[in-house]
T-cell receptor
């Protein structure tokens, strides 16, 4: 599985957009980019995933660069409840028998009032 | 409500005792997983099961055991052989959804403290 690199922490003002970067320079053509988040002392929660096109859902937008070596998760209007650790994960399209996710240490996003 | 339940939320044990953590899901998912999380760290895979009566070791299986006798249940036993059992334990299940790929759903976790 490709490794990902994320900044350990970021701050964002409430109501502003939060842009969380992720580098995955060794990603291969058959690997998705997934984003999960984990609020303190809870289980991780799926946010969004993408292959090469930009994606948007009710929670966030995902921008993947054309060479697919990096991506940005965008929370358009951050709230205090978005304070969490955000994990960027690269995973094969066809996970096979394992189907596992490899979690790094993620980015702690602190939304400030 | 469909989801994953883990009980208890907090568990305290004396060193040398085996302890079993419960994980139940009513999502009709085939695959289930156990992860361990230490402070400031990401999640590490302990065991996973793709189907009833079958399971495989993850990256840190030593000192742990599991069973998968029913689709809904995947209990994890932390044995006395696990050298550092104090951690936050997370159970998950997964399904292949057209719009979310292999999304994993996580339970609320059990925080185990061994003294």
């Amino acid at each position: 599985d490709a490794k990902t690199t994320q900044p350990p922490s970021m701050d964002c003002a409430e109501g502003r957009a939060a842009n969380l970067p992720c580098n995955h320079s060794t990603i291969s053509g058959n690997e998705y980019v997934y984003w999960y988040r984990q609020i303190h002392s809870q289980g991780p929660q799926y946010i969004i995933h993408g292959l090469k096109n930009n994606e948007t859902n009710e929670m966030a937008s995902l921008i993947i660069t054309e060479d697919r070596k990096s991506s940005t998760l965008i929370l358009p209007h951050a709230t205090l409840r978005d304070t969490a650790v955000y994990y960027c994960i690269v995973r094969p399209i066809y996970g096979g028998a394992t189907n596992k996710l490899i979690f790094g240490t993620g980015t702690l996003l602190a939304v400030q009032p | 409500d469909g989801g994953i339940t883990q009980s208890p939320k907090y568990l305290f044990r004396k060193e040398g005792q085996n302890v079993t953590l419960s994980c139940e899901q009513n999502l009709n998912h085939d695959a289930m997983y156990w992860y361990r999380q230490d402070p400031g760290q990401g999640l590490r895979l302990i065991y996973y099961s793709q189907i009833v009566n079958d399971f495989q070791k993850g990256d840190i299986a030593e000192g742990y055991s599991v069973s998968r006798e029913k689709k809904e249940s995947f209990p994890l036993t932390v044995t006395s052989a696990q050298k550092n059992p104090t951690a936050f334990y997370l159970c998950a299940s997964s399904i292949n959804r057209r719009d979310r790929g292999y999304e994993q759903y996580f339970g609320p976790g059990t925080r185990l403290t061994v003294t």
